[in-house]
């Protein structure tokens, strides 16, 4: 397999390669030229090594979402082995959300800046070694601290793997099935963590919900050495990059979580926590102002001229509070109400997992003919109406009448909207924003799941608070508690609906070569290699 350093793409084979890809093997003289020029600056790999690079991108997307929700089962074992306070126990969730959702733009923009698979292999090697350090941990510290540096790893690696599929599939029927197998991934992920989770904690230890990671990432790390090729990064020193830019959305967006986190131990009337939500804003508006005026924006505003950006990033939030939701609170249900060893709670959650990898099969199927919104908004009905019926828990009732049917429902409406989400939001973008606009889509579900479930997850506990100091018992309280939870999720993902009707009427992306961004200065040659693909 040859290896070609080239500009904007990433990929195998050289020029010739890739002019005999795109011509079918008989072209013209002209042709060629164009060719050799076009591949110099997008050098689509081979069809066997572009399924390659979606094998490796797919698993380590599916790694760090697969992260958020398999410590979930193992809570309680680890809170006994070492001895964890409550507070600290909510923080082993919490240290990885922050860390990941507020550092995913930094991530995705340092793709297209450093070299996309620079950025892979430093966030894969980051991720893994504090996956073994997490599963090291003696103390209660040491495994919140792993867990952030985790998140961190995370918040580089999975934007670099969506802007890696974008450069290494043309825009059309390829780049959307393979778009939509990492989605099916992303969707996935979160709902095999519990499953995973608990098969790891009954089975083994609670250590090795952690530890798994590091076998995956040593073969990750092998496989990506000998598929990726290096994009040239449009900056060479960190100076180049939006420093302030980065400070202040990472500090808006944690003190933003964090307010609401705080808010089971002061109220959201308090002086802390107002003072944290306006000190919150406060960032974020100098964030825009920053981005407004920056030669180097981290997030430069006229992407979201792009058809579907801004709208596939509220919907990807609303789907994110929701899907965390219900992991969060029919993990509990299970094991403190239903009385399941964590193996069988986290096999009772498979129906969901599998039937996104079922719709997202279907949804790349037809997505081509009927575009994003009409799908969305169909998957967002369903998984909505999943939630709601799983709501109707009660602490009497089977897991076949009670939870089953709606998990399914549920798995189904999310794999469907997680795809097509994903694809409105790519759709037309020039392959120089191609990290941006993936750290955008993972930064939009993850603050959406942050803020979501620490929200959600207030109102409930004193919703069960308030039914224990009436004397209701304990499962009746729990489940009550439990149920206006996934009540509150479903109807958010419920908003997807109307939300999605916003979107434009696409029946396939629209071409990059003819709305890329116009730049203020050259960075690299993305926009050359497109026009000069389009040219053969």
Sequence with gaps: MAHSEETGASGVGGPDQASAAVSGGAVSAEASAAGRRGAAALALPAPRAKWAVLAVCCLAQFMVVLDISIVNVALPSMQTDLGMSASGLQWVVNAYTLAFAGLLLFGGRAADLFGRRRVFMFGLVLFTLASLAGGLAQTETQLIIARAVQGLGGAVLAPATLSLLMTSFAEGRERTRALGA???????????????????????????????????????????????????????RLRDLDVPGTLTVTGGLVLLVYAIVRTESSSWGSPVTIGMVVGAVV??????????????????????????????????????????????????????????????????????????????????????????????????????????????????????????????????????????????????????????????????????????????????????????????????????????????????????????????????????????????????????????????
């Excluded at 904690?201 to 990726?228: E, H, K, Q, S």
């Design 283 to 536: 960032l974020l508006g100098a964030f825009i102002a920053i981005e407004a005026t920056t030669a180097n924006p981290l997030v430069p505003l006229n992407i979201f001229r792009y058809p579907g950006i801004a709208v596939a990033n509220v919907i990807a939030a609303l789907l994110g509070a929701a899907m965390f939701t219900a992991f969060f609170f029919l993990t509990l249900f299970m094991q403190r109400v239903q009385g399941d060893s964590p193996l069988r709670a986290g096999l009772s959650m498979l129906p969901m997992p599998l039937m996104i990898i079922l719709a997202s099969q279907l949804v790349t199927r037809t997505i081509g003919r009927l575009g994003p919104r009409p799908i969305i908004v169909f998957g967002a009905a369903v998984g909505a109406s999943g939630l709601l019926w799983l709501s109707a828990i009660t602490p009497g009732g089977s897991y076949w009448s009670h939870v089953f049917g709606p998990l399914a429902v549920m798995g189904f409406g999310m794999g469907t909207t997680m795809v097509s989400m994903v694809s409105a939001a790519t759709a037309g973008v020039p392959i120089r924003l191609a990290g941006l606009a993936s750290g955008l889509i993972n930064t939009g579900r993850q603050i959406g799941a942050a803020v979501g479930l620490a929200a959600v997850t207030t109102i409930a506990t004193h919703h069960t608070e308030g039914r224990l100091r009436h004397g209701v018992p304990q499962p009746e309280a729990l489940t009550s508690g439990y149920s206006l939870g996934l009540f509150i999720g479903g109807c958010v993902f419920a908003v997807g609906v109307p939300v999605a009707f916003l979107l434009p009427r696409l029946r396939r992306p629209q071409p990059a070569a003819s709305e890329v961004l116009a730049p203020t200065r050259p960075v690299d040659g993305d926009q050359q290699a497109v026009t000069s693909a389009a040219e053969v």
């Design 182 to 236: 990492w989605g099916a991934t992303a969707a996935s992920g979160g709902a095999f963590g519990t499953v995973v989770g608990g098969i790891l904690t009954d089975l083994a230890d609670w250590r090795w919900v952690l530890f798994v990671n590091v076998p995956i990432g040593v073969a990750l790390v092998a496989a990506a050495r000998v598929v990726l090729v290096e994009s040239r990064g449009q900056v060479s």
